[in-house]
């Protein structure tokens, strides 16, 4: 499928779209609140600026996706793929649901992620340099060498979860 028909079937009240090939669509800034992509392929696809609130992407293939300064709140990312993905600048991620999810090498750089859930994760290599992290749920994620320079980590969860060889310059 691609772009065009994706959004086209969305303007007609089409939000189910699960186990969708879209592999390097270009949806760049669009509007696709409460879309149900759950299990679909947009690996290297650019949903940059793209609004995402209340998105259903579980155990999706987002490999390299550019989610950056997109919107996330309350989207549902558990059991996804994000290796590499770029989601810096996220405008807002609030209550983001990340749980189970392979995030690793990925740049969450000046992202909003307030109340986001990373529990179970891979975050190894991850960069959350200066993302706001307040209430975030970190247990049992691996965040080995992660970076979490000049991060804000107020009020987060965090139970046994892997901290080695972490730059941890944070603000609180």
């Given at each position: 499928?691609?772009?065009?028909?994706?959004?086209?079937?969305?303007?007609?009240?089409?939000?189910?779209?699960?186990?969708?090939?879209?592999?390097?669509?270009?949806?760049?800034?669009?509007?696709?609140?409460?879309?149900?992509?759950?299990?679909?392929?947009?690996?290297?696809?650019?949903?940059?600026?793209?609004?995402?609130?209340?998105?259903?992407?579980?155990?999706?293939?987002?490999?390299?996706?550019?989610?950056?300064?997109?919107?996330?709140?309350?989207?549902?990312?558990?059991?996804?793929?994000?290796?590499?993905?770029?989601?810096?600048?996220?405008?807002?991620?609030?209550?983001?649901?990340?749980?189970?999810?392979?995030?690793?090498?990925?740049?969450?750089?000046?992202?909003?992620?307030?109340?986001?859930?990373?529990?179970?994760?891979?975050?190894?290599?991850?960069?959350?340099?200066?993302?706001?992290?307040?209430?975030?749920?970190?247990?049992?994620?691996?965040?080995?060498?992660?970076?979490l320079a000049i991060a804000k980590l107020e009020g987060q969860v965090c139970h046994k979860q892997i901290y080695l060889k972490l730059n941890l310059l944070w603000q609180i």
């Amino acid at each position: 499928m691609d772009a065009e028909e994706l959004l086209q079937k969305y303007s007609q009240g089409i939000r189910n779209f699960l186990g969708e090939n879209l592999r390097g669509v270009d949806l760049k800034g669009g509007d696709l609140n409460g879309i149900d992509l759950r299990g679909s392929d947009l690996n290297e696809a650019d949903l940059s600026n793209t609004n995402l609130n209340n998105a259903r992407l579980e155990a999706a293939d987002l490999s390299r996706v550019n989610l950056s300064k997109a919107k996330l709140v309350q989207t549902q990312f558990i059991r996804g793929y994000l290796l590499g993905a770029n989601l810096s600048e996220l405008v807002d991620g609030t209550s983001v649901n990340l749980s189970w999810a392979d995030i690793s090498d990925a740049d969450l750089s000046k992202a909003n992620l307030k109340s986001a859930n990373f529990s179970n994760s891979n975050l190894e290599k991850t960069n959350f340099n200066e993302a706001i992290l307040t209430s975030a749920n970190f247990s049992k994620a691996s965040l080995q060498t992660a970076n979490l320079a000049i991060a804000k980590l107020e009020g987060q969860v965090c139970h046994k979860q892997i901290y080695l060889k972490l730059n941890l310059l944070w603000q609180i």
